[in-house]
């Protein structure tokens, strides 16, 4: 690993077509209009027209964005770029343990984003000595993150905006060099 990649794990994850940027305060309105282009073009398939409608409000104008916009404030986080510099999907953990945000543009999904975006974020979690990371996944990230070897410790419910949701309570430890071979 170069001296860059060592202060800047992320530096690793990105390819020409996928640039890894931090997410700075000037990415957080394009990280919103990622939020609610996600949630309107994947999510459908998946949830129900009502579900649809309570989670992208979250990202949408009025108090009720508040929550989110303090969320991408307070966290660290990471923008992935197409060629042309444009925000295609950013990642963030809030707290430091915490992966509380993975959101990917409909029309740059199952190109290697998210995939890449949450690798970052672990090595980032590693370089900070954190021993385990946390997140509550979507019926349609928890594919993404069992793959990456995160484990389901159990199903939770919840209101979100009056609609009911099911996710996915996930973790993973990060006490071990990412691809290391343990000998016996
Ligand atoms: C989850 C998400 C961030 C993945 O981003 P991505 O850049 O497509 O991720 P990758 O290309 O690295 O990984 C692809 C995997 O993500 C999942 N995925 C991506 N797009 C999907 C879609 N349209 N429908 C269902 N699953 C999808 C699948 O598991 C896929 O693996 P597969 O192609 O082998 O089936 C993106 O789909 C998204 O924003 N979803 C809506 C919001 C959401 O659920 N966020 C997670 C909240 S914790």
Known sequence: MSTEESTQPYRQYATEMNAITPLAAQDHDAALEIYRDAV???APAQYSPAQVKA?????????GITPLRNSLRRGWG???RS???K???????DPEDHVALLYCRGRACREGRGGALLRA??????RRGIPRLRTEASLI???????QGWQVSWQEELLINGVLFRRFRMAKPLNQAQGALILS
């Open 40 to 42: 309107e073009t994947v």
């Open 87 to 93: 925000a295609e999907a950013f990642a963030l953990l």
């Open 83 to 85: 060629v042309d510099g």
């Open 78 to 80: 990471l923008v992935s």
């Open 55 to 63: 989670w992208s409000q979250q990202a949408r104008s009025g108090s």
């Open 121 to 126: 974020l672990e090595e980032e979690g590693r």
């Open 141 to 147: 990230s928890e594919p993404l993150f069992r793959s």
